[in-house]
DNA sequence: CAAGATTGAGACTTCAATCTTC
DNA sequence: GAAGATTGAAGTCTCAATCTTG
């Protein structure tokens, strides 16, 4: 055990690490917002369904993939089926569960959000990262995901 | 220009500090709540509020601070000050303005709570990052951060 | 009773509209 | 009219309670 205390290194990196995000993320929602008509969670959960190699999933899993709660995405899926992005079905065996897909519409959005959205984080978070540290930097925040995997609280 | 897309590695990288970040701030919010009946953002108020050199800070400023718009911080000041952790008064001079001013209560909160959740933050996260990345951590993010002050959208 | 999933209430954030004083 | 700040409504997230089927 150690002192509490951040030192001034770990308090400049800590205060850049949560202001970075901040500014990223809140740009990035209004650019979503603004060219596509989605939030970020509708972002999520789309580029989820789409990206699986199964046409449905099951919420649970969804919701493991998006590392989101059951009781988020559940309203999240009510709002979405609402405007027509996913659908919910009854799950063909499991008679307590459902599958979930994405819509023609939901494909579309996709599709059509995807290179906007790309091109925004490149353009907000890599730009300002040299070439070379990209690597270091995914292995570093790779590692501390590990870290925090083997720890409960 | 170039492709749209994000290559291999910083997809890796953007992905990790996604879940880097929801990861942490998931349990920092679980132990704060916990230990010190504090939201992040009660936190994040009274920490401004409390290291300013002057006892008093106008919304607009301490909003300012905190990279927040007014209207959220407005609401979140009437909660806290429902709950007696932070004080507003009309402002001296300008009619117009208030000064918000850390409560005696909020004072004990910031300090009880201060310890055990910077002790979280290191453990969560730079207990996952060797000693000497920590400062060339602190750099990049600084380079994004400055990157970003300089783009509009 | 477990597991899969939804629901409702309460807290928080955003946006646009509003109010008051300079 | 512009600056400082608040308000209300609508959307979102969390927590605990609930419902249904295995």
């Known amino acids: 055990v150690q002192t509490p205390w951040l030192d001034d290194t770990e308090q400049r990196a800590w205060r850049a690490f949560l202001r970075v995000h901040s500014q990223v993320m809140g740009r990035l929602a209004r650019q979503l917002q603004e060219d596509s008509d989605l939030s970020l969670a509708d972002y999520d959960v789309l580029v989820r369904l789409t990206e699986s190699a199964a046409p449905t999933l099951r919420p649970s899993e969804l919701a493991e993939r998006l590392q ?6 559940s309203h999240q899926l009510s709002r979405m089926e609402r405007r027509g992005l996913v659908w ?18 939901g494909w579309q959005a996709i599709r059509s959000a ?22 270091p930097l995914a292995r570093l925040l790779e590692d501390v995901l590990r870290k925090l995997s083997e720890t409960d609280d």
């Open 88 to 105: 919910r079905h009854d799950h063909p065996s499991d008679g307590r569960g459902l599958v979930i897909e994405a819509t023609e519409r």
């Open 68 to 73: 989101w709660e059951q009781s988020r995405l």
């Open 114 to 135: 995807a290179p906007g959205h790309a091109e925004a984080v490149r353009r907000l978070f890599f730009d300002g990262v040299p070439a070379a540290e990209v690597e």
